[in-house]
C-alpha cells in the first residue's frame, strides 16, 4: 500500500509559478512511475506531467515548456514546478503512484486568478 501526501498548492496570479511536492511511503519500493493529473471543475482528470523509474517523461501538450517534473528516487519525492501559470491551468492537481496498482494523493487545489 502506497500512501501519497502531497504540498504546494494555493493561489497565483496569472504569469507566476508554484511547485507541487509528493512524498510516497509505504511501499515506494515498488513504484514504477509517478506523476500528477489535474481535474477542472466540470472536466474529467487529465494527465499533466509523468516520469517512470527510469526517467522516462511524459508532458501534455498544454504544459510542454512551461512545467517541469522532477524525481527523487531516495526520497521518493516527485516534484512540479509550474511556470507562466495562466487561469487555464486551475484545478485540483493529484500525485500518482504506479506500481501493480495505481494510487492517489488527496489532491491539492492549484488557483490560477488576478
Known amino acids: 500500500q502506497v500512501h501519497l501526501a502531497e504540498s504546494g498548492g494555493g493561489l497565483v496570479q496569472p504569469g507566476g509559478s508554484l511547485t507541487l511536492s509528493c512524498e510516497a511511503s509505504g511501499g515506494w519500493f515498488s513504484i514504477y512511475s509517478m506523476g500528477w493529473y489535474r481535474q477542472a471543475s466540470g472536466k474529467e482528470r487529465e494527465l499533466v506531467a509523468n516520469?517512470?523509474?527510469?526517467?522516462?517523461?511524459v508532458y501534455a501538450d498544454s504544459v510542454k515548456g512551461r512545467f517541469t517534473i522532477s524525481r527523487d528516487n531516495y526520497r521518493h519525492t516527485v516534484t512540479l514546478q509550474m511556470d507562466s501559470l495562466t487561469p487555464e491551468d486551475t484545478a485540483v492537481y493529484y500525485c500518482n503512484a504506479v506500481t501493480s496498482r495505481w494510487f492517489w494523493g488527496q489532491g491539492t487545489q492549484v488557483t490560477v486568478s488576478s
Open positions: 516520469i517512470t523509474i527510469d526517467g522516462h517523461i
